[in-house]
């Protein structure tokens, strides 16, 4: 059911279903609409792992759903200029890191000019 607040009508973003696709990325990567609707991990992964995420007008409506599968960060890259939101703070440009710990997840929508972190587990950190 939509949330209200300020008399504006907030739709609910959609959830990635837990039965959904699973996609480990154990290296970097750049994600592709694609990618999006699935379970993204870090299962095989030796190292901290950046993944870029597209052009947020591509994935306007889409979630995706990032869980620590390996205890290695997993660093989140918006597009040059784009944003990603937690907390209220939006900066362009800043990175996103998932900590190591497994257990962490993110689950991440995008209204096409934003990518907005909507629900969380563990500690995420937000930097340039």
Not at 36 to 41: A, P, S, V, Y
Not at 48 to 63: C, E, K, V, W, Y
Not at 95 to 108: F, H, Q, S, W
């Amino acid at each position: 059911m939509p949330a209200t607040g300020s008399g504006f009508l907030i739709p609910e973003p959609p959830l990635v279903p837990a039965n959904a696709t699973v996609v480990a990325k154990a290296l970097g990567a750049t994600l592709t609409v694609a990618d999006f609707m699935k379970n993204l991990t870090n299962t095989g992964a030796g190292a901290s792992i950046d993944i870029t995420l597209p052009a947020a007008a591509s994935a306007a409506g889409m979630s995706i759903h990032v869980q620590i599968t390996a205890a290695w960060p997993v660093v989140l890259i918006p597009a040059s200029g784009e944003s990603i939101y937690l907390g209220g703070s939006g900066v362009a440009d800043e990175k996103l890191t998932i900590a190591g710990v497994i257990g962490n997840y993110a689950d991440i929508y995008c209204d096409g000019e934003r990518y907005l972190v909507f629900d969380y587990n563990g500690v995420l950190t937000k930097a340039a």
